[in-house]
């Protein structure tokens, strides 16, 4: 038996895995081993790789859609066929409409690692603004309030904390490193705070769990600093030498009194307190923030509030804190260049979000929904959409819906026949992370470099995300922009100012770090702020028109988009947990992960379900004034009164369980364009059965 290492892009927690091979096939894979602690992390979506890659339901090779007696009709092409009529459509758009008509849209699958550089890349040689990805609602809206307060997003060093606050993540489904590494801090005797709304395997092993209502975070964290300022718990050199707008902060802060606010978050007055003592009193203590605070119309001011925290604490970049990363030189390959400055991009109502950091890229994904529906503030008439299954993953499905039957062309580069993909002109088979070797660029930004390195040949005639555009860019005539005839060529450019090359990586499978960690580095060169300092108020958001110091208004764009709750919708639903078999909409055509979680729940309080005389099991409908969806409900007190959890990711398995029916894009937040796909107001009702 034959062994490899490469790192697992099945979900987006890259773990570095052991892959076993037998005559070019897999047969088994595991993770390599963590920190020592005692649990060992399993992940069942790993063990099930084989099913996943040898999976009878991929597409194999590239597929046109023929309309035969009003029939859809899939016919087998070659890639040339295929990339050809692409390549004609593309240039029709451009000629006819503008380049600007045609957007390129990603989803998470594709990392923000090579497969998204080179998207932009060919966008910016085609000369369109419109290559969006879906970070409002994944990470970089957070990341941008990390930007506006400290200059990059900070990162906990759990290993060396004796306190870590876990805000909104749950890493023993989603990402188990983090999972492991706060074990291992918990055995050296670290307290644990974990802020989240639903009972979880973390809040069970909490020293204090703030079992917030959904969206109030931002409350929380304002509360939290007039408790540390109010009781003189800051590190007052750090606050008097490192941030701006103190004297601010502290005058907000009043109004977010526990004794005013507790209430209203579904808190114990007492709880904040003591938590916000602990967390200040205990050195080093670090924060990590996760999705919990994404998908919510309020998400960046949120999450703002909670940076304030790391702050006041003099937390950033301290060992055993929230440490602030340097990213890894590289070359930008993504032809920033030729960015089509002259044409208004369809974010443009999103101007500090939609291009805030040199190589995210652009984020507003409901943007591409109003363009094709609206025609705002132009028509997009052609998607590529690439590792993305937004019929069931965005905000208000039925809209979306209705755009994609507007469009005149679109290409989906997926594995699988989804439920986006039958809406396609032109399906484009791509590789599972098994067949292809790519950057990973979320590790990049922290100074650490990974290779997730090729194990296998590719199934059937798919192709590699990265060869698919380059091919795609060469039958468009962008030779000169994409000059590599393999991948790795186009990895060792992009590194070129590193020094790392593909040769390196492979010889060091664990990756390499581009220099030594070093604490407090804002002591000889500052923050990388406007300022120089932590702002805690902010002139640029000021000058953007945005509050400078989060504000939280209960009526206002601000607030969390259950407010003012209507009495035909009393409940609060919550977009379900992850389970750590599935990601996202994927995977339930995989029978061995499937048989681990059947079917999706409702997930309700035994008070509400009493009122409502529903039992374990019953089939229940669950409204709200966007659409209505039916689960069987499982009566449990994992949830608060009041709120009810929705099982996430099963509209590709079923239409009827498509939570993202229930969803609404029209309440967005105000600066990064965020709907909640996470919280919103609804109803639950038992199912009458009729005849
Ligand atoms: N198995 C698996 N792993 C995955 C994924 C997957 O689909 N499946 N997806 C990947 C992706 S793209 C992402 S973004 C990450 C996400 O991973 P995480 O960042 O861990 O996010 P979630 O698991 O969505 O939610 C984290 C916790 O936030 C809580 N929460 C819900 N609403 C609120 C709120 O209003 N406030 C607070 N404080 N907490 C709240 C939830 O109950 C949950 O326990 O996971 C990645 N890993
Ligand atoms: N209500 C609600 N809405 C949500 C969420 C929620 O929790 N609740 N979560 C949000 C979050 S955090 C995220 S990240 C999004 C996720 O939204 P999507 O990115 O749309 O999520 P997936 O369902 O994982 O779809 C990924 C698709 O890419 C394909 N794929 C897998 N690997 C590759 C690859 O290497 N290349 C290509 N080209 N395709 C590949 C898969 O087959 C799948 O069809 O959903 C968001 N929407
Ligand atoms: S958690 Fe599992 S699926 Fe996700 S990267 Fe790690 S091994 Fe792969
Ligand atoms: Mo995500």
Redo the contacts with the bound molecule.
Sequence with gaps: MEEKHTIC?LCSALCPIVVHLENGRIISAEREAGPAVEEDYFCPKLKAAPDIVYSADRIKTPLIKEQEKGKANWKEASWRQALDIIAEKLDFFRTTYGAESVCWMR????DWGA?WDYAIRFMNAFGSPNTIG?GA??HVAREMAHFLTYGVMSYPDYKNSQCIVVWGKNDRDCNPQGYESILYAKERGAKLIVVDPIETTLTSLADIWLQIRPGCDGLLAMSMIDVIISESLYDKDFVGAWTVGFDELKEAVGAYAPERVAQEMWLDVEKIRESARLYATTKPACIVDG?GL??HVNVFQNTRSVCMLRALTGSVDKKGGDLLPKAIPTEDIQLNERFPNDIKPISFRYPLFNRFHKTRGDHVLSSVVDAIVEEDPYPIKALII?????V????NSKRLLRALEKLEFIVV????M?R?AKHAHIILP????FEKTQLNLGSMSRNHVTLQDQVIDCVGNTWP?SKITFELAKRMGYENEFPWDTVEEAIDYQLTPSGITVESLRKNHHGIDYEETRYEKYRNSGFPTQSGKVELYSETLREHGYPPIPTFDEDGKNSPSFHNQKADFPLVGI?GA?PNSF????FRNIPSLLEQEPEPFVDIHPKDAETRDIMDGDSVKVATPNGRITMKARVSSVVHPGSVRIA??WG?YNADFN??DL?DDEMRDPITSTPS??CFMCNVVKEVKTG
């Design positions: 892009r989803g998470m699958a594709a497969p879906n609602v994944c999705n994404d998908m690439q590792a993305s299954n937004p069931v993953t965005m905000a580069i997926d594995l699988f989804t986006t791509t590789t599972t992370c995300d977009s992850r990601v996202h909409s994927q996430w990711g590709e939570i993202n969803t796909n996470r």
